[in-house]
């Protein structure tokens, strides 16, 4: 079975009508084992790689970047390189030599066909550079000087009945109406059963998006372990300093009139938190909503679910009481579980 290689989302905004949830469904039913995303952005990466771990899918970060109109794409081999897409996208879509030179580590690189001018810019300064070829005769001919070659086939939209859909994306993105000429010609821009991609190239084209999809391999560091330890000046764990901060906290806010029902929610959320890893975390928060309060600078009373935590509201880190307003404090840690 084949790596598709070059597939969009309806991410990469008025380009492609692929859903990713519907992306996954279509895999498993296609028995795709590995798939690549390689959207102009990353806005979708994160919900890209848990659906496709949540299905025994492999993902493969990707994305597509422009240099000198010409369309270049980048894979993360790991964490490093995933952390250099993001650098390089932070800078922007459209890059230069020097950005790629400067982040280029842990990437791989795969120029389109129709990018083959651009060739020789990036050769000179990475190994890591294939081809990509969409048909057996003429793209592949042409570009048989190189051993680097790949099957590269751009996925727009998933079934190619989809494809009459598709040119309403276009007008919309080129201000165009139905009695304006677009730029678009079906070119196989769906995803394409294995059968499809041996017909439009060979088993060594199958081989050589399995190749690449073998060097790519991102494994997120677990949550907490990318906060740094904050140090306390009594010289205690980081856990320990965060329960008497949040006892001090909450007996000041209450006026030293904790009642029992204070007493065990604070004790089970500090119980979650330490299991999870969290108490630098919340210490961090903390240290700088207060730099921020006494520097005058405004701070609001919560935001979204981190009100339903009676420790932020203990350390001062908002201003929202969780018991009185019956707010709920799993629905807040949740969001970060999944993060983890």
């Known amino acids: 079975m084949y790596t598709p290689l070059y597939i969009k989302s309806n991410y990469s905004f008025f380009s492609s009508l692929v859903k990713i949830e519907n992306l996954i469904e279509e895999c ?25 771990k949540s299905k025994n899918i492999k993902p493969i970060i990707g994305l597509e970047v422009t240099y000198s109109d010409y369309k270049i794409l980048l894979y993360a081999k790991n964490y490093e390189g995933y952390q250099n897409l993001l650098k390089i996208i932070t800078i922007g879509n459209t890059i230069n030599i020097d950005t790629f030179s400067l982040y280029k580590d842990n990437l791989i690189v795969v120029l389109p066909y129709d990018s083959l001018p651009i060739f020789k810019d990036f050769d000179n300064i990475t190994n890591s550079i294939y081809l990509g070829f969409s048909n057996k005769n003429e793209e592949y001919e042409l570009l048989k000087f190189s051993s680097r070659l790949v099957f590269l086939n751009k996925v727009l939209y998933l079934n190619k009945k989809e494809s009459e859909y598709f040119k309403y994306s276009i007008m919309l993105k080129e201000k165009k109406n139905i009695l304006d000429d677009i730029s678009f010609s079906d070119n196989n821009n769906y995803l394409l059963s294995n059968d499809e991609v041996l017909s439009l190239s060979s088993n060594n084209g199958i081989d050589s998006t399995n190749f690449i999809a073998n060097l790519c391999n991102v494994d997120f560091p677990s949550y907490s372990n990318l906060l740094p330890v904050y140090n306390n000046n009594l010289k205690i764990s980081s856990e320990d300093y965060l329960t008497k901060l949040s006892i001090q906290g909450i007996t000041i806010r209450l006026n030293n009139e904790v009642n029992e029902v ?10 979650v938190i330490k299991r999870m890893g969290f108490a630098n975390y919340f210490l961090i928060v903390y240290d700088y909503v207060k730099y921020a309060k006494k520097s005058g ?15 932020a509201y203990a350390l001062g880190i908002i201003d929202v009481d969780p018991i009185k307003y019956d707010l709920l404090f799993e629905r807040f840690l949740n969001y970060y579980y999944k993060l983890a």
Request: hydrophobic share 40%.
């Open 28 to 52: 498993v039913a296609k028995n795709i084992k590995n798939i690549a995303l390689c959207d102009d952005n990353m806005i979708a990466t994160m919900y890209f790689y848990k659906l496709c």
């Open 262 to 271: 204070y007493k065990k929610r604070l004790l089970y959320e500090l119980d």
């Open 297 to 311: 600078i405004l701070v609001g009373p919560g935001r979204g679910s981190a009100g339903g935590s009676l420790v």
